[in-house]
């Protein structure tokens, strides 16, 4: 049987910067329901790879499509309410409860308007009340169900930066961008973190785009895996392919 067409297609991106090519003609698609990780030395353009595909960085060349929808040239809120989501490298809330964090995310799919809102009519309270209903499901899902009304700033720090992937999964995505999600988190947090995507993959049919240094962590949660270096791709496959390349080892060993 063919394979499904891919959810997200990612063809010839380039982008430069004063003086700088940070992406240099990357292509990868991903498969609907998987992770494809986007690996690679310091520098290497994984993060910009994420700004063009939220709508942050305009590319010089190349598109980038999820379904039959271009994005390309699309401002981020659009990108977002069409269905890509993401978290951000170093973003951790200290702000709000955990529930306060997520109705922020729900905000961006909110059907009644400011006004509705604000004048609490019944149509806008009965709206909140599933947002509500909804962020507290996924508080549940990203293992945050304990600490659903608990201010963020008395959670762990591996607790807090899964409040950025909660909040992120709140859009209701087709796609979700993870940066980083385990940087700085101790080893437990890393398993938790690690558990709980593979679950979300499972239980929601997410495709997510892994940006990740934590080799066994991408190892253990990736279908795919592109391998960048100074923005150019320079291997792609399995992570049991791209772990023997010789391309692969050389960028990280530096030889
Ligand atoms: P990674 O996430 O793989 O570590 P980045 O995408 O953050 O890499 O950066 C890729 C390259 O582009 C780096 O050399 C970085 O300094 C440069 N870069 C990133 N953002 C900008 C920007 N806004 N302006 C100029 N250079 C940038
Ligand atoms: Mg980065």
């Given at each position: 049987?063919?394979?499904?067409?891919?959810?997200?297609?990612?063809?010839?991106?380039?982008?430069?910067?004063?003086?700088?090519?940070?992406?240099?003609?990357?292509?990868?698609?991903?498969?609907?329901?998987?992770?494809?990780?986007?690996?690679?030395?310091?520098?290497?353009?994984?993060?910009?790879?994420?700004?063009?595909?939220?709508?942050?960085?305009?590319?010089?060349?190349?598109?980038?499509?999820?379904?039959?929808?271009?994005?390309?040239?699309?401002?981020?809120?659009?990108?977002?309410?069409?269905?890509?989501?993401?978290?951000?490298?170093?973003?951790?809330?200290?702000?709000?409860?955990?529930?306060?964090?997520?109705?922020?995310?729900?905000?961006?799919?909110?059907?009644?308007?400011?006004?509705?809102?604000?004048?609490?009519?019944?149509?806008?309270?009965?709206?909140?009340?599933?947002?509500?209903?909804?962020?507290?499901?996924?508080?549940?899902?990203t293992?945050?169900?304990?600490?659903?009304?608990?201010?963020?700033?008395?959670?762990?720090?591996?607790?807090?930066?899964?409040?950025?992937?909660?909040?992120?999964?709140?859009?209701?995505?087709?796609?979700?961008?993870?940066?980083?999600?385990?940087?700085?988190?101790?080893?437990?947090?890393?398993?938790?973190?690690?558990?709980?995507?593979?679950?979300?993959?499972?239980?929601?049919?997410?495709?997510?785009?892994?940006?990740?240094?934590?080799?066994?962590?991408?190892?253990?949660?990736?279908?795919?895996?592109?391998?960048?270096d100074?923005?150019?791709?320079?291997?792609?496959?399995?992570?049991?392919?791209?772990?023997?390349?010789?391309e692969?080892?050389?960028?990280?060993?530096?030889?």
């Amino acid at each position: 049987t063919p394979a499904a067409p891919p959810v997200l297609d990612v063809r010839d991106v380039t982008v430069r910067f004063a003086g700088l090519t940070a992406l240099d003609g990357v292509s990868f698609t991903v498969a609907p329901g998987s992770v494809h990780a986007l690996i690679g030395p310091n520098g290497a353009g994984k993060s910009t790879c994420f700004n063009v595909l939220s709508g942050l960085c305009r590319p010089a060349a190349g598109s980038v499509t999820l379904g039959d929808t271009e994005l390309t040239r699309l401002a981020p809120h659009r990108i977002a309410a069409l269905g890509v989501a993401r978290t951000f490298q170093n973003i951790v809330t200290t702000h709000g409860t955990v529930a306060d964090n997520l109705m922020l995310g729900r905000h961006a799919l909110s059907r009644a308007g400011f006004a509705a809102s604000a004048l609490r009519l019944p149509s806008a309270r009965r709206e909140q009340r599933e947002h509500l209903g909804r962020a507290r499901e996924i508080a549940e899902l990203t293992g945050l169900g304990s600490h659903f009304d608990s201010p963020v700033a008395l959670l762990s720090y591996g607790d807090r930066k899964r409040v950025e992937l909660a909040r992120a999964l709140c859009l209701e995505p087709r796609v979700l961008l993870l940066d980083e999600p385990v940087a700085g988190m101790n080893a437990a947090e890393r398993a938790r973190t690690a558990e709980v995507v593979g679950e979300l993959r499972a239980e929601l049919g997410l495709s997510v785009v892994l940006v990740e240094h934590d080799m066994g962590l991408v190892m253990r949660l990736a279908d795919d895996v592109t391998v960048l270096d100074f923005g150019r791709p320079i291997a792609h496959g399995t992570p049991d392919e791209v772990r023997r390349d010789p391309e692969v080892l050389r960028a990280y060993l530096g030889t």
